[in-house]
T-cell receptor, first 111, second 115 residues
Framework: SQQGEEDPQALSIQEGENATMNCSYKTSINNLQWYRQNSGRGLVHLILIRSNEREKHSGRLRVTLDTSKKSSSLLITASRAADTASYFC???????????FGGGTRVLVKP | DVKVTQSSRYLVKRTGEKVFLECVQDMDHENMFWYRQDPGLGLRLIYFSYDVKMKEKGDIPEGYSVSREKKERFSLILESASTNQTSMYLC??????????????FGEGSWLTVV
């Protein structure tokens, strides 16, 4: 079974709005990461949050982690058309970097 | 910047053919990975390698093998391609000592169609 499950599977918003997506996982983790994938391209790392952290910011991105609920959320503020992409969460059980990915959330930002 | 290069962007192969997908990274990373990505299934790990000549099975190794003869190169081999191996294949690498913060760097992907 997949370790990370994103919700929703797809999201459509207007430019300037915030986009929020969630990720749930099943087992204990060392860290959780979010990646972005433009259509037909490879994945690009966005942000990493460790199991002892609760919130992290990077530019317009805000990630939260609730280890008691085994869930994380990614918030993109003031979205732009260029944010249109698929977003994946990935979990690592240890610092050895073997990541398990969820199915992703497809985000469409309409101009 | 880290660069992970996959040799072929698009391939079309016939059922039963032996297929090689090559991947090279230029950051002296110890870890390398092969994933496949299918609609609705996300990314699934096929094989990974922590060092030269070392390999471990991922979640879906059946029908695949790998080779890591040099640190910078990790090859995925389909011994006898089948139509259910039509997919996008993603190679990735990362450092073992956390100097990249456990970040995995991906190549641009190889689209394989088996007919």
């Amino acid at each position: 079974s997949q370790q990370g499950e994103e919700d929703p599977q797809a999201l459509s918003i207007q430019e300037g709005e915030n986009a929020t997506m969630n990720c749930s996982y099943k087992t204990s983790i060392n860290n959780l990461q979010w990646y972005r994938q433009n259509s037909g391209r490879g994945l690009v790392h966005l942000i990493l949050i460790r199991s002892n952290e609760r919130e992290k910011h990077s530019g317009r991105l805000r990630v939260t982690l609730d280890t008691s609920k085994k869930s994380s959320s990614l918030l993109i503020t003031a979205s732009r058309a260029a944010d249109t992409a698929s977003y994946f969460c990935a979990t690592a059980k240890a610092a050895g970097n073997k990541l398990t990915f969820g199915g992703g959330t497809r985000v469409l930002v309409k101009p | 910047d880290v660069k992970v290069t996959q040799s072929s962007r698009y391939l079309v192969k016939r059922t039963g053919e032996k297929v090689f997908l090559e991947c090279v990274q230029d950051m002296d990373h110890e870890n390398m990975f092969w994933y496949r990505q299918d609609p609705g299934l996300g990314l699934r790990l096929i094989y990974f390698s922590y060092d030269v000549k070392m390999k471990e099975k991922g979640d879906i190794p059946e029908g695949y093998s790998v080779s890591r003869e040099k640190k910078e190169r990790f090859s995925l081999i389909l011994e006898s391609a089948s139509t259910n191996q039509t997919s996008m294949y993603l190679c990735a690498s990362s450092s073992a000592d956390g100097r990249s913060g456990n970040t995995i760097y991906f190549g641009e992907g190889s689209w394989l169609t088996v007919v």
